[in-house]
């Protein structure tokens, strides 16, 4: 199009008639012209153009490339659209683009296809990804999206097909964890507007279920009947529930019905399993949520009713950190230290309280971080209490540790040291941990020279022999007793922070604790431990 059409045409309304006045420079005359004209076209002159608006429909571009186009006939409703794996009710007609009918639209019922099988021509299902529920549009798609498809077949030489389409319903369904293995698949709506009225931040939720075996489908629990009828509430973020249930309970809306399937390592394999469910079990359960109730927002609280609100939620996340659920744990000091944020003291004494619970917050993140074996995650946290107090011994402890285990010797001595000097109670400790650390340098430069001994006096095709046995040293012998180690420690009962009274003393049996966590929690698909050497 033209410059001075593409400028003058949005400025009309439906059914005018205008006359545009153009310069050379805004229509044919124009540097780089999209259109051409023959030499003998007057395009040096100005020219007046006489336009009538008959229609105009909402368009949008969904390639790129122009090859392919919605216009929109009649809006839907809400503003979700299809994704896969959604599953898909819609009406389908088609035609070329000189009008020749190659689908023409059923009279029984509406096509049905899930989104993202190549039920249907690319280009077409990318149009109705844009669509909303109850939308009608015509979708242009040229030839390079017309993929073959069980819908229609499209001869070779279409250059392009009209498609039009309404959207009668989809039924959401949701790749939780995105391979395939954790699926929610909506059986009835509920109310409300997705995702904004679903309980994604930790709420009281209230739900029915009915849990089967997925390889028979037997029925090995059921709230309506073996709850004396009665739903089950629960507060998420605190691991009540398989992992697996509150994931898809988060993006329910009320009222909703949903049936989510899911594998062994979300539902009970890491969950108090019922007796009669074999171990290894996938699981499918019948989800109603009936409703849900958010925490009590701190607007208007005062500072003491504050600081409670804040207590409560620190004690819970002390007890998931006794537990071992040091992600839940580090969600629910993160949580108070976001609300923190809006939190103003008014007076010294104020600034104290909020000061030390704020501190106390930051080294219970940093003692989750080191548990998940991010260390520099925790030193990050430490910092910050160091920052704003060099000589809180705590935070030096921690961040030693986190050093030590990263294999930073220096960093991890200076800590030590610096925790000596800042705090004359913590000396014994600090101590102990300078001899641990010496200890640890002395066992690791002992294992690089019995690594490495005798390599440099082999032949050169025996070098790699030599590295094959030091491999197989490490991996047999050194990953599997330091495995053991951190095993140990895990289970150790020092675990720092998990409640107040851990909070304010440190841990006195440093030989037995030396080796901190080294485990890694990826989406929560098991465990990966580590040595750093």
Known sequence: MILGLLEGIPTMLKGEVAMFKMKPQMHYGEEDCPLSVSSSFP????????????????????????????????????????????????????????????????TGEPYFF??????VPKGLEMGIGTMTRG????????????????????????EEVHFEVELVHFIQVRDMLGDGRLIKRRIRDGKGDFPMDC?????????????????DKRVFYDTKVDNDGQPLEFQSGEGLVPEGFEMSVRLMLPGEIALVTCPPDYAYDK???????????????????????????????????????AGKIKNTGNRLFKEGKF??????????????????????????????????????????????????????????????????AKALYRRGMAYMTLGDFEEAKNDFEMMKKADKSSEADATAALLKLKQKKQEVEKKAR???????????????????????LQNSGEIQENSDKLEQNEDDKCSEFSDDSIADDY?????????PAGRRIFSALGLNRCSIL
């Not at 899930?114 to 039920?119: A, L, R, V």
């Not at 309980?199 to 390889?215: F, G, I, N, Q, T």
């Not at 992600?327 to 949580?335: C, M, P």
């Not at 019995?450 to 197989?472: C, H, N, T, V, Y």
């Open 43 to 106: 395009k040096e002159d100005e020219l007046h153009f006489e336009i009538e608006m008959l229609d105009f429909f909402k368009a949008k571009v969904v390639s790129n490339d122009f090859g392919v186009v919605k216009k929109v006939i009649n809006e839907g409703q809400g503003w979700e659209s299809p994704r896969e794996p959604y599953e898909i009710k819609a009406w389908i007609s088609a035609r070329t683009g000189d009008g020749k009918v190659i689908l023409a639209r059923t």
């Open 114 to 119: 899930t989104f993202g099988k190549s039920e």
């Open 135 to 158: 939308e009608k549009a015509v979708i242009f798609v040229t030839s390079q999206y017309l993929t073959p498809s069980p819908l229609i077949t499209v001869e070779d030489g279409i």
């Open 199 to 215: 309980p994604l931040h930790d709420s009281l939720l209230r739900v029915h279920y009915k849990a089967m075996l997925s390889e």
């Open 271 to 309: 969950f108090p399993r019922p007796a009669d469910v074999p171990a290894g079990a996938h699981v499918q359960w019948e989800i109603e949520l009936l409703g849900f109730e958010m925490p009590k927002e701190w607007d208007g609280l005062d500072f003491k009713s504050i600081m409670d609100e």
């Open 327 to 392: 992600e839940l744990a580090k969600a629910k000091y993160e949580k108070v230290l976001r609300e923190f944020n809006h939190v103003n003291p008014q007076d010294d004494e104020e600034g104290k309280v909020f000061s030390n619970t704020r501190d106390l917050l930051n080294l219970n993140v940093a003692a989750c971080y080191l548990k998940l074996g991010e260390c520099r995650k925790s030193i990050e946290m430490c910092n910050k209490v160091i920052d704003a107090n060099p000589g809180n």
């Open 450 to 472: 019995k690594q490495f001994k005798g390599l440099f006096d082999k032949k050169p095709g025996e070098i790699s022999e030599a590295g094959a046995e030091d491999r197989d």
């Open 507 to 515: 841990p006195r049996d440093w030989l037995s604790r030396f080796w």
